[in-house]
């Protein structure tokens, strides 16, 4: 079976400080795992994708991801926040199809 | 610019009432695919479509009729069936069924409200 859990509903931080929004998997096979942002009422735009290269992807926007597979984590990371990067975001796990997290809201505190 | 376009943004419906969400890519993409999205629950797998004049049903299928009468086209009507229509419907569509790999391109949404 395929799940994804993203495991805080909301993140807030301060502008110009880190963030860390955690998302853990399971899967049956090999995933390809992605992070999708998704700004009010408008559709999804995929941040970043690991499909089996470097464990450590980058993605748009200064986000990166690194794919654990021991502790079968996808954990997203930011060095610094920026006001515009306050959205929902998406975990998801794919196999033959999108199994998406709840998300994460992060707001970005000025 | 390719893409996916869904209309309308924004959508009313009366109690008993069925509606029709309009989908249409020009990536010449294989497969296409609509989503639900509540609050708290992620999107929800409504119905997909690898081909043209096939489609499987999803995860949350009931109240919901499709048709892939095009390869450009995925029309989603919500149907008097579906006891909760509020949501916001999202629209993807991918190069092929989505292995290996290949990440899904989403629509803008339409957001459905009944009145």
């Known amino acids: 079976a395929q799940s994804v859990t993203q495991l805080d509903s909301h993140v807030s931080v301060s502008e110009g400080t880190p963030v860390l929004l955690r998302c853990n998997y399971s899967s049956s096979y090999s995933p390809s795992l992605f992070w999708y942002v998704q700004h009010p009422n408008k559709g999804l735009q995929l941040l970043l994708k690991y499909t089996s290269a470097a464990t450590l992807v980058k993605g748009i926007n200064g986000f990166e991801a690194e794919f654990k597979k021991s502790e079968t984590s996808f954990h997203l990371t930011k060095p610094s926040a920026h006001m515009s990067d306050a959205a929902e975001y998406f975990c998801?796990?794919?196999?033959?199809?999108?199994?998406f997290g709840t998300g994460t809201s992060l707001t970005v505190i000025p | 610019d390719g893409g996916i376009t869904q209309s309308p943004k924004y959508l009313f419906r009366k109690e008993g009432q069925n509606v029709t969400l309009s989908c249409e890519q020009n990536?010449?993409?294989?497969?296409m695919y609509w989503y639900r999205q509540d609050p708290g629950q992620g999107l929800r797998l409504i119905y997909y479509?690898?081909?043209?004049?096939?489609?499987q049903k999803g995860d949350i299928a009931e109240g919901y009729s499709v048709s892939r009468e095009k390869k450009e086209s995925f029309p989603l009507t919500v149907t008097s069936a579906q006891k909760n229509p509020t949501a916001f419907y999202l629209c993807?569509?991918?190069?092929?069924?989505?292995?290996?790999?290949?990440?899904?391109?989403f629509g803008s949404g339409t957001r459905l409200t009944v009145v």
């Open positions: 990536l010449n993409h294989d497969a």
């Open positions: 479509s690898q081909i043209v004049n096939d489609f």
């Open positions: 998801v796990v794919l196999p033959n199809q999108f199994y």
């Open positions: 993807a569509s991918s190069i092929g069924r989505a292995q290996g790999g290949y990440g899904y391109t």
